[in-house]
């Protein structure tokens, strides 16, 4: 169950209706902390959820190797304006902009969470071939899971279709 920590807001830098510079500079520092905590207790995080654009919504899902909120938004977010929650296991983001909301889950995950059935979801047939190629003890079909890990990662099969 998730349970909040921390949440930003920059109209949470208003003091007396003035836009305070240095209490906002504050609150960004204490969420990228506690965001940090929970990003980096797995290697990996998962961004999911939809960009509102001007012809409606677009869901989005991509693995991305870096777990730092701060390089995630500078690389992937674009933010206007940003809503941050950190949660034990997970950060929300919502980027709100001319034309809608974008809202993104940022779960951290390892390869090791996923089931054999999973990992495999990952390999097409051109893959499926490579890997029986390879010098592992079983074939794709009786594959262990360490070895599924070893070559989704080797060959980052998880960079495929995102």
Request: aromatic share 16%.
């Amino acid at each position: 169950m998730s349970k909040l920590i921390n949440k930003y807001d920059q109209d949470d830098a208003y003091i007396n209706g003035e836009y305070d510079e240095i209490e906002n500079a504050a609150l960004w520092e204490d969420i990228i902390y506690d965001a940090n905590k929970v990003l980096n207790k797995k290697q990996f995080v998962q961004l999911e959820g939809s960009m509102g654009l001007w012809n409606g919504s677009v869901d989005v899902f991509q693995i991305i190797e870096e777990n730092n909120l701060q390089y995630i938004i500078n690389n992937y977010i674009n933010p206007d304006r940003l809503e941050v929650e950190v949660y034990n296991d997970k950060v929300i983001l919502r980027n709100i902009h001319h034309d809608d909301i974008n809202y993104y889950e940022l779960i951290p995950f390892d390869f090791n969470d996923f089931t054999i059935r999973e990992l495999k979801e990952f390999f097409d047939e051109y893959d499926i071939e490579d890997f029986n190629k390879e010098d592992y003890k079983y074939s794709f079909s009786h594959a262990l899971k360490e070895d599924l890990i070893d070559f989704v990662l080797y060959h980052e099969l998880y960079k495929k279709n995102q």
